[in-house]
């Protein structure tokens, strides 16, 4: 079934709406998101690890610390989300988007220990499922910044998506796709739950626990 064909009744289950209403709908969630966390997204743009990352000046140490830090984040985070089961219902193969993987992977490409990375706090925020999807947005969000420091540290460090840049790179030439395929799951589920506040506060809990993480030493 079309997802914007969708909305949830007063028992929960699902029943037909009028495609006006649900468009309505399908841009309040997406706008929402993007427009309630862009403050939280500045913030991680202007902060002292990200501009350094940007800066002509990146160098190999730098990066790698900042590989460490998103291991750090990633390896708390990503089991929360593998705790719910709702995300075949929107067809999100939740174990291709998690990248603790590919943060050990580059890692071991560049000759780093992975082991004994310190994790951030257990992320307290995720608590259902609406949280695990507003946290899921901000992580799979990512992968579009991800774009511009793939191309920005491969030039700098001559790294490539083989060899240290998989994380950022992400899912390379499918980053458009991917990026739709959770914006549609973002829809359907805001259709279906109706938490769409829940969704929200969860996406800022998660830039500002990210932005608190890289603070920390
Ligand atoms: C220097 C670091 C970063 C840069 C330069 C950057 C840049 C960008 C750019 C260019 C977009 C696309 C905006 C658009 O298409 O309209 C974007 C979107 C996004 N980024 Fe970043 N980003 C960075 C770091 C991050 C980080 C670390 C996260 C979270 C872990 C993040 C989360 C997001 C999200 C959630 C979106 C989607 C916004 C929307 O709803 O359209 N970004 N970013």
């Known amino acids: ?3 914007s064909l969708t909305t949830a009744n007063t028992q ?6 009028g495609p006006s209403g649900s468009f309505a709908e399908d841009l309040m969630i997406l706008q929402r998101l993007r427009t309630e966390t ?3 997204h ?5 902060h002292p690890l990200m501009v350094q990352l940007m800066s002509p000046a990146v160098s190999r140490p730098l990066y ?3 590989l460490k830090k998103f291991l750090g984040f990633y390896q708390s985070v990503e089991p929360h989300l593998a705790a719910f089961d709702h995300w075949p219902s929107l067809d999100i193969n939740l174990k291709e988007k998690l990248k603790t993987p590919s943060l050990l992977r580059d890692l071991s490409s560049l000759n780093v220990m992975a082991k004994d990375i310190p994790s951030s706090p257990a992320p307290d925020w995720i608590h259902d499922e609406a949280s695990a999807m507003g946290n899921f947005y901000v992580m799979e969000g990512s992968t579009l910044g991800g774009q511009i420091i793939t191309r920005h540290v491969a030039s700098r460090l001559h790294l490539s998506p ?3 840049l998989a994380f950022f790179s992400s899912y390379g030439d499918a980053v458009g796709v991917r990026w739709k395929e959770t914006r549609d799951a973002l829809v359907r589920f805001a ?3 109706h938490a769409e506040d ?3 506060e969860s996406a800022k809990k998660t830039f500002e626990a990210l932005a608190t993480w890289l603070d920390k030493n």
């Open 1 to 3: 079934m079309h997802p």
């Open 12 to 17: 929960g289950t699902l029943a037909k709406t």
């Open 38 to 40: 862009r403050p939280h």
């Open 42 to 46: 500045d913030r991680l743009d202007n």
């Open 64 to 66: 790698e610390s900042i």
């Open 162 to 164: 083989d060899n240290g």
């Open 191 to 193: 259709e279906q739950s």
């Open 198 to 200: 829940v969704m929200i």
